[in-house]
């Protein structure tokens, strides 16, 4: 699942990029503006979209924060539960033990 979110976002990064970079390509060909007045619109694009990625890049450090922390604490509850169960077994173990032995 985390596989699948990983690829989601990383398509989704690519595809953003990809149309932010045919966008500006348009609009340069397109445009009936001077060489200056093109030069200082891509400027302002590139700035814009810069501005956009690194929103993304934000909210994909803080998913990827997230789910990190998520599994370190599932791993801990899970160490935990572990630890309990061993140490009832061995509890369990040495009752019987006892009990044998006083029967004996």
């Known amino acids: 699942m985390a596989d699948e979110q990983k690829n989601?976002?990383?398509?989704?990064?690519?595809?953003?990029?990809?149309?932010?970079?045919?966008?500006?390509?348009?609009?340069?060909?397109?445009?009936?503006?001077?060489?200056?007045?093109?030069?200082q619109k891509l400027h302002d694009l590139a700035d814009e979209t810069r501005g956009k990625l690194n929103g993304i890049t934000e909210e994909a450090e803080t998913r990827i924060k997230k789910?990190?922390?998520?599994?370190?604490?599932?791993?801990?509850?899970?160490?935990?539960?572990?630890?309990?169960?061993?140490?009832?077994?061995?509890?369990?173990?040495?009752?019987e033990k006892a009990k044998h032995e006083k029967a004996a």
């Open 8 to 39: 989601g976002l990383g398509t989704t990064l690519l595809a953003f990029a990809l149309g932010a970079v045919l966008g500006g390509g348009l609009a340069l060909l397109t445009a009936s503006r001077s060489g200056p007045e093109n030069r």
């Open 67 to 95: 789910v990190i922390q998520d599994s370190h604490d599932l791993l801990q509850e899970n160490a935990d539960l572990v630890k309990a169960a061993v140490k009832a077994g061995k509890e369990a173990i040495a009752a």
